[in-house]
């Protein structure tokens, strides 16, 4: 019996240490950068309930809506190095433990006016 | 995210900026200034000395801090003793519980003035102390008083207090005066362990200049420490007489004698050399799960117990392969020039900024920079197309070329990054002296950057 205990003990660190290994290997790859196909933004976008806008679209509504807010939702120091005149920075990874944690601070950045147009890229 | 909020008229445009940007429509960049930047801010004191509320809290605040010292391993030592100590006294005089705990505040009043000398000699000597925490002589001393308490709670000798101190504690009066000293002499065991953990504490009293402040905090901070000591001297006499407890409680000390272990690798760790600063914490890791977890011996009464064993081994090994497997997996790092001025001078002529790292190995805030920061794929990159990356190692004292750069940047410690713009002036609001994770970082580099753009 204690033999038993003992073999299963080990067959237990195994596969936690297998499971680590794999795991530091898929947090650590080299990951090609992922661009989304344009069918998967239609299903986010499906989805999240919003809707999508073209370039050429955003520069005819950005002409005519000077109350239009936008938000640039990158990393803060990709925001400084160059961002669409106007827009504010609001740093977000595109997780859910993102969106559900920091839903209250982007309220408040969006400044409560639900009707507003606004624009994240 | 917006709609979830009751935002109607939401929109994302998927090209985002990269295409906006080749659109020639109206863009914007705002480099990095002062206030903005996360991270630069070091604690500046602005007065020598704190007056009411914020006093109150302060201490209130050190005091809790104090508690949390329990947690790291430096108390470890000081149980078994305190322990042995008191209840050996409640045994023999058959002590009534006051004086017992008399006896106890004596002890922590012992422990708090040694702490506290710690920092009146802190606040008189100016950054000294810290300086001193971080040399390899101090640091392999401390490591080597943490195996030497390791080795006895695996058993390999009995921790015991010296017989002239026992002697002593036993021939003064009515033996508070012994309860006393014990408290002086353990705190002068407990003081260069916890030193490392109250370093930034340390050079705040350092700064104040205040000795006072400096007996006031660190007299607070053993308090804190201290408490839960008391709480055990006092009732140590009680433990002595609970059943003999078995061989989980050896499984315990093992246990605790590889978290110092653990702990002395951690102070030895930044003064190594490369090959053992990966290698040793996981040969320790690795010799303590498998120590743990399956050679070790000792049963217990509890069905739970080898449960626990197995958990904690597998835990130390996961730890062991995690380190080894993330180092092999780590990417490149930054590519460093080392110092000259004619390559300074031609990335200035290309209009290249200049970042400049004044490094030295034993100072853990740089190692950090190097493990973390320039190993960022995004930091490399961008060092790698944009800047001109130097390096001035001044581990070793004593280079012409390094004592002339210090003063020329005024140099006041490690870690300093200099930024130096395409112009050839140094940026002195983006000047770095504390470690900064990679986004804050790139966040100074695209400050750096977006001036030289500016310039064009």
């Not at chain 1, 680590?20 to 986010?44: C, H, I, K, Q, Y």
């Not at chain 2, 705040?204 to 308090?223: D, E, K, Y």
């Not at chain 2, 020329?408 to 002296?433: A, M, N, Q, S």
Request: proline residues 6%; negative net charge.
């Amino acid at each position: 019996m204690p033999n038993m205990k003992k073999s299963s003990s080990v067959l237990l660190a195994l596969t936690a240490v297998i499971i680590t290994v794999f795991s530091v290997w898929f947090v650590n790859r080299p990951a090609p950068l992922e661009e989304g196909t344009w069918d998967d933004v239609l299903a986010e976008a499906e989805t999240g309930g919003y809707s999508l806008i073209t370039t050429e679209e955003l520069a005819d509504l950005y002409q005519r809506d000077s109350d239009l807010l936008l938000v640039d939702t990158r990393q803060e120091w990709e925001y400084r190095t160059g961002h669409i005149k106007g827009a504010r920075n609001f740093s977000m990874e595109p997780t859910w433990w993102e969106r559900w944690t920091r839903a209250d601070e982007l309220d408040e950045f969006l400044g409560g006016d639900k009707d507003q147009t606004i624009v994240f890229y | 995210m917006a709609v979830s909020l009751g935002y109607k008229n939401v929109y994302r445009d998927p090209y985002g900026f990269p295409k906006w940007q080749e659109h020639g429509l109206p863009i914007d960049s705002s480099p990095a200034g002062p206030g903005t930047t996360t991270g630069t801010a070091s604690v500046t004191p602005d007065s020598r000395s704190l007056q009411g509320w914020a006093m109150v809290w302060t201490l209130l605040g050190i005091f809790a801090g104090g508690l949390a010292l329990n947690l790291t391993p430096c108390v470890y030592p000081m149980i078994p003793i305190t322990v042995s100590f008191f209840g050996g006294r409640a045994d023999r005089e058959k002590t009534s519980q006051i004086r017992l705990i008399a006896h106890g505040l004596c002890y922590l009043m012992g422990l708090a003035v040694t702490n506290s000398t710690l920092g009146v000699i802190a606040a008189l000597t100016g950054g000294l102390m810290g300086g001193m925490l971080q040399n390899p002589i101090v640091l392999a001393a401390v490591a080597g008083v943490l195996v030497i308490f390791a080795t006895s709670l695996f058993g390999l000798w009995e921790l015991r207090l010296p017989g002239a101190l026992t002697r002593m504690a036993g021939k003064s009066y009515s033996g508070y005066f012994g309860s006393l000293f014990m408290g002086l002499t353990l705190g002068v065991v407990a003081a260069p362990c916890i030193g490392p953990f109250v370093l930034g504490l340390l050079t705040w009293v350092a700064g104040m200049g205040n000795p006072w402040l400096g007996f006031l905090v660190f007299f607070t901070l053993s308090i804190g420490l201290g408490l839960p000591l008391f709480v055990l001297a006092i009732f140590s006499g009680q433990l002595q007489r609970l059943p003999r407890a078995g061989g989980w409680m050896n499984w315990v000390r093992m246990l605790m004698g590889w978290v110092l272990v653990g702990m002395a690798v951690y102070f030895i760790r930044p003064v190594l050399p490369d090959v053992f600063r990966v290698g040793l914490p996981v040969a320790v890791a690795l010799a303590a799960g498998l120590h743990l977890g399956w050679l070790d011996k000792n049963q217990a009464g509890s069905r739970a117990f080898p449960w626990l064993k197995t958990i904690v081994g597998t835990a130390c090994l996961v730890m062991a392969t995690f380190w080894i497997t993330s180092w092999a997996m780590k990417g490149p790092g930054v590519d460093w020039h080392s110092y000259s001025e004619q390559i300074i001078s031609e990335s200035i002529s290309r209009d290249k900024p200049v970042i400049i790292d004044f490094y030295a190995d034993w100072c853990t805030p740089c190692r950090e920079f190097e493990e973390v920061t320039f190993h960022h794929p995004e930091v490399v990159r961008q060092a790698e197309d944009d800047f001109t990356m130097i390096k001035v190692d001044v581990t070793r004292a004593g280079n012409p070329l390094h004592e002339r750069l210090l003063s020329k940047y005024d140099i006041k410690g490690v870690p300093t990054i200099v930024f130096i713009g395409p112009d050839g002036k140094e940026r002195k609001d983006l000047r770095l002296v504390d470690f900064l994770p990679p986004e804050a970082f790139l966040s100074h580099m695209a400050g750096l950057k977006s001036a030289s753009s500016q310039k064009q």
